[in-house]
């Protein structure tokens, strides 16, 4: 029997709000399937199973903060003897305090009378609680929603769909608490400065090669299939980390154990405020298009207010960009426990010399912040120059 537990979603995580069941005890599920959805500071989680088998039973009722590593269900494997024993529950607790002991069960009340006709009418309409309580925090009426869950139960996606643009009057948004991010952001940050050695370089690269590849590969597709200058960006830096993987990491417990994968957590500004950095899986490995289409879908779940958890797990290493926004240099901060975080600005004319003359050439500035515990300026330098080298051959990427 297998223990679903609360992921940790972050080295700033302490604790999760179950605040939705998406199976039932006697349900099948599949590694990958998605079966909860948690809220943090980082806003609402879908969590994945990793364990197939059935679902035994259901730990945790929604409204419950519970701390990291706390067994929210139980996953029984194909083929083991399934338990009479009635499914535990765990009452909501208070924010910050540990889940309650469970009481015996009282014995069953006295029979009550019959619902009158509109609470029967409300009874019919499956809706999980947290989708309940967005509808009536932004005025929806949940009468007129459809359901995507068992037997057309309202679920707390349908009724973020339902909500074209996030309203955030000082602090929350659509799935995302934005002062809570933006504490979250600050805390984890003034730890990564507190506790790593930072170092930092800088290299410019020019861009001839890069925008004259996009533009003719470009003028072939639809302009919803084009290809984003980012897409060039990630995918060298994942290159460039599986050939130095001592930026690719994690530091934990005084030592760096180097990834077996490349999973690029890329940095996304939230509108309204507040930035989150999900990860792209085996990016090094990606076709550009293949990995253009998961860029355009991770964007677009977070600005719904919808990430998976392995997508805030997994990142081994970030990547941040503010070209768009005119920043021409861009100096990030390392997120704990990774070890690098790369930044690139905006691309503009810049000298160059090219054959002995003074020419304008497109020019990006990449840099590099590192953790001086596991590399050094001399390992910078030759990551960003793999980094340089691989965006002269863009038809390569």
Same mark, same amino acid.
């Given at each position: 029997?297998?223990?679903?537990?609360?992921?940790?979603?972050?080295?700033?995580?302490?604790?999760?709000?179950?605040?939705?069941?998406?199976?039932?005890?006697?349900?099948?599920?599949?590694?990958?399937?998605?079966?909860?959805?948690?809220?943090?500071?980082?806003?609402?989680?879908?969590?994945?199973?990793?364990?197939?088998?059935?679902?035994?039973?259901?730990?945790?009722?929604?409204?419950?903060?519970?701390?990291?590593?706390?067994?929210?269900?139980?996953?029984?494997?194909?083929? #083991?003897?399934?338990?009479?024993?009635?499914?535990?529950?765990?009452?909501?607790?208070?924010?910050?305090?540990?889940?309650?002991?469970?009481?015996?069960?009282?014995?069953?009340?006295?029979?009550?009378?019959?619902?009158?006709?509109?609470?029967?009418?409300?009874?019919?309409?499956?809706?999980?609680?947290?989708?309940?309580?967005?509808?009536? @925090?932004?005025?929806?009426?949940?009468?007129?929603?459809?359901?995507?869950?068992?037997?057309?139960?309202?679920?707390?996606?349908?009724?973020?769909?339902?909500?074209?643009?996030?309203?955030?009057?000082?602090?929350?948004?659509?799935?995302?608490?934005?002062?809570?991010?933006?504490?979250?952001?600050?805390?984890?940050?003034?730890?990564?400065?507190?506790?790593?050695?930072?170092?930092?370089?800088? @290299?410019?690269?020019?861009?001839?090669?890069? @925008?004259?590849?996009?533009?003719?590969?470009?003028?072939k597709l639809p302009p919803d299939q084009r290809l984003l200058l980012g897409a060039l960006l990630v995918k060298a830096v994942a290159r460039?980390?599986?050939?130095?993987?001592?930026?690719?990491?994690?530091?934990?417990?005084?030592?760096?154990?180097?990834?077996?994968?490349?999973?690029?957590?890329?940095?996304?500004?939230?509108?309204?405020?507040?930035?989150?950095?999900?990860?792209?899986?085996?990016?090094?490995?990606?076709?550009?298009?293949?990995?253009?289409? #998961?860029?355009?879908?991770?964007?677009?779940?977070?600005?719904?207010?919808?990430?998976?958890?392995? #997508?805030?797990?997994?990142?081994?290493?970030?990547?941040?960009?503010?070209?768009?926004?005119?920043?021409?240099?861009?100096?990030?901060?390392?997120?704990?426990?990774?070890?690098?975080?790369?930044?690139?600005?905006?691309?503009?004319?810049?000298?160059?010399?090219?054959?002995?003359?003074?020419?304008?050439?497109?020019?990006?500035?990449?840099?590099?912040?590192?953790?001086?515990?596991?590399?050094?300026?001399?390992?910078?330098?030759?990551?960003?120059?793999?980094?340089?080298?691989?965006?002269?051959?863009? #038809?390569?990427?």
């Amino acid at each position: 029997m297998a223990e679903f537990r609360m992921p940790s979603l972050g080295a700033d995580m302490e604790a999760g709000t179950l605040v939705e069941w998406l199976v039932k005890p006697g349900d099948q599920v599949k590694r990958g399937d998605i079966i909860a959805v948690v809220e943090t500071q980082k806003g609402a989680i879908e969590i994945e199973n990793f364990e197939p088998g059935t679902v035994e039973k259901i730990l945790v009722e929604v409204g419950t903060k519970v701390p990291v590593g706390t067994p929210l269900a139980m996953i029984r494997a194909e083929g #083991e003897p399934a338990t009479s024993i009635a499914a535990p529950v765990q009452s909501p607790t208070p924010a910050g305090a540990p889940p309650r002991p469970l009481e015996p069960k009282a014995p069953a009340p006295a029979p009550t009378p019959a619902p009158a006709p509109e609470a029967e009418a409300e009874e019919r309409l499956r809706i999980s609680p947290a989708a309940r309580r967005l509808a009536e @925090q932004h005025g929806i009426d949940v009468s007129t929603l459809s359901g995507n869950g068992a037997d057309g139960a309202i679920l707390l996606g349908d009724v973020e769909r339902m909500i074209a643009e996030p309203k955030i009057e000082g602090a929350r948004g659509r799935g995302f608490d934005l002062a809570a991010m933006r504490q979250a952001i600050a805390a984890a940050m003034a730890r990564s400065k507190r506790e790593i050695p930072h170092y930092y370089l800088a @290299q410019p690269i020019e861009m001839t090669a890069c @925008q004259d590849w996009l533009a003719s590969v470009n003028a072939k597709l639809p302009p919803d299939q084009r290809l984003l200058l980012g897409a060039l960006l990630v995918k060298a830096v994942a290159r460039a980390a599986r050939t130095f993987p001592a930026f690719n990491g994690f530091y934990r417990d005084g030592a760096f154990k180097p990834a077996p994968s490349v999973h690029v957590g890329m940095a996304i500004a939230i509108r309204g405020g507040g930035l989150i950095a999900p990860a792209i899986h085996d990016a090094d490995g990606l076709s550009l298009d293949a990995l253009m289409t #998961e860029m355009r879908e991770l964007v677009g779940r977070v600005r719904s207010g919808r990430i998976r958890s392995s #997508e805030m797990a997994d990142p081994t290493i970030t990547v941040s960009s503010l070209g768009e926004r005119g920043v021409e240099q861009l100096y990030g901060i390392i997120y704990p426990p990774q070890v690098a975080i790369v930044g690139f600005g905006k691309v503009a004319p810049s000298p160059w010399i090219a054959d002995g003359k003074v020419v304008a050439r497109p020019v990006i500035n990449a840099t590099l912040a590192a953790d001086h515990r596991v590399t050094d300026g001399h390992a910078g330098a030759l990551f960003l120059s793999e980094i340089e080298t691989l965006l002269q051959e863009p #038809e390569t990427l």
